[in-house]
């Protein structure tokens, strides 16, 4: 059986003809030990997961102390990196999967943003500086999940991201520029760039929320 040559493709196959219970044993999902626990997210084994769901380019690297991955999803370009690791010793609580789009031509508003977060509940977008804006979504393996789990959640955040940039795309935004109140956004490689961000960025982002992660749920 051949598998589509993108994560985005492969997400949007599995689960939009059979129920998401379903789609691994289906065999949608080319995936060595579907049922084997994940205690703690590593960044070899998420690494190893990409490349079994046909991520492209897929490297381990590091920065400033903090390792990660980098994949790409056809040209959209990703990070993974372990988060929520000074909670509970010797362990990683969870990962977090970003991209980091140029909204330089773009110039998607706050409002624009905002409302591609009430549009989806699977990713969070959110704008740090006016020329970019970053989008992305946090998995925790706190107490095991399967490896189908983590390869489900990463072809789900690839599809989930180009849905929610073509919804973005028929969206009218306004502009800053007062003798065009509006202009339409576009789709497409000419009027967009999106980078994968070094692990200790995506890393940092996640850990703000640590320890309120910690406090809620009694973790130490």
């Given amino acids: 059986m051949r598998f589509p040559s993108t994560l985005s493709a492969l997400a949007l196959a599995a689960f939009s003809v059979v129920p998401t219970t379903n789609a691994a044993q289906e065999g949608s999902l080319n995936i060595t030990n579907p049922t084997q626990v994940i205690e703690s997210a590593v960044a070899e084994d998420l690494a190893q997961i990409v490349r079994e769901i046909n991520g492209q380019d897929v490297q381990v690297r590091e920065a400033n102390g903090k390792k990660g991955v980098t994949f790409k999803d056809g040209d959209i370009p990703y990070t993974m990196a372990p988060v929520f690791c000074d909670i509970q010793p010797g362990k990683c609580l969870g990962y977090v999967t970003v991209v980091v789009v140029d909204n330089s031509e773009l110039k998607f508003t706050l409002d624009t943003l905002n409302s591609a977060n009430r549009s989806t509940s699977f990713l969070t977008f959110f704008r740090e500086e006016n020329n970019k804006f970053t989008v ?39 502009s800053h520029d007062r003798a065009t109140p509006y202009q339409r956004a576009s789709y497409g490689k000419a009027r967009w760039r999106a980078y994968a961000p070094a692990p200790d960025y995506a890393a940092r982002m996640a850990d703000e929320f640590a320890p309120e992660y910690a406090r809620r749920f009694g973790r130490r």
């Fill in 136 to 174: 992305g979504r946090v998995n925790l393996v706190d107490g095991g999940v399967t490896k189908k789990n983590i390869a489900i959640n990463i072809s789900l955040c690839a599809m989930e991201f180009r849905e929610a940039m073509k919804r973005l795309q028929n969206q009218l935004t306004v």
